[in-house]
């Protein structure tokens, strides 16, 4: 092969690998590969970073399939676990097994809440991909506005609100939510 040929092969073959990397659902792929074996490590920011004094004032409300609404005025004392995602999101899925393990682990504890809501409020979408993943988490839809604090056009996005109504930690995009550092940290949230 002469030299020539080997130099288009090779940028044809980096111009495929930037592709696969730009395109989300490769992306998302690509992460979550990288994260099972511990070089993907995203981390949720730290609560100083994030504007503390948002709260949950504006009486935000999530509603369920059965009709029930929750609102987040009525569950200040407890830790909350929000999840912003879509059934066609494929970060959204991506990070979903995770979560359902952090529900898992924690679902027993009074003082903690999961809210996660399907961003387009499609609950046949949502309750099929569900079954289809065999997943049994507690999923809501919007019920009034989402303060743009809590999410700003990017989905996945996490928040997990402390028991004084306040955000506590925000994370835009694909996470692992089965570490133990995650659930250590909500269990913390419960002391204080």
């Not at 809590?150 to 402390?162: H, R, V």
Request: glycine fraction near 6%; hydrophobic fraction near 40%.
């Amino acid at each position: 092969m002469n030299p020539k040929t080997k130099k288009i092969i090779g940028n044809s073959v980096f111009v495929v690998i930037i592709l696969l990397l730009l395109w989300p659902t490769s992306r998302a792929y690509f992460q979550q590969g990288l994260m099972k074996i511990g070089l993907f490590k995203p981390t949720l920011e730290e609560p100083e970073k994030i504007d503390s004094q948002i709260s949950v004032q504006n009486n935000i409300s999530f509603k369920n399939d059965k009709g029930e609404i929750v609102n987040m005025n009525d569950l200040k004392g407890k830790v909350v676990f929000i999840n912003f995602w879509a059934t066609w999101c494929p970060p959204c899925i991506a990070e979903m097994p995770s979560i359902a393990t952090l529900y898992e682990r924690l679902k027993g504890n009074s003082e903690v809440v999961f809210l996660i809501v399907e961003i387009e409020g499609e609950s046949e979408k949502a309750n099929k991909f569900m079954t289809r993943k065999q997943l049994n988490l507690p999923v809501y839809y919007p019920n009034s506005q989402i303060p743009k604090e809590w999410l700003g056009g990017s989905i996945p996005t996490t928040l997990i609100i402390n028991k004084h109504g306040e955000i506590a930690t925000k994370h835009e995009g694909l996470a692992d939510y089965s570490r133990q550092e995650v659930s250590d940290f909500i269990i913390e949230l419960t002391k204080k």
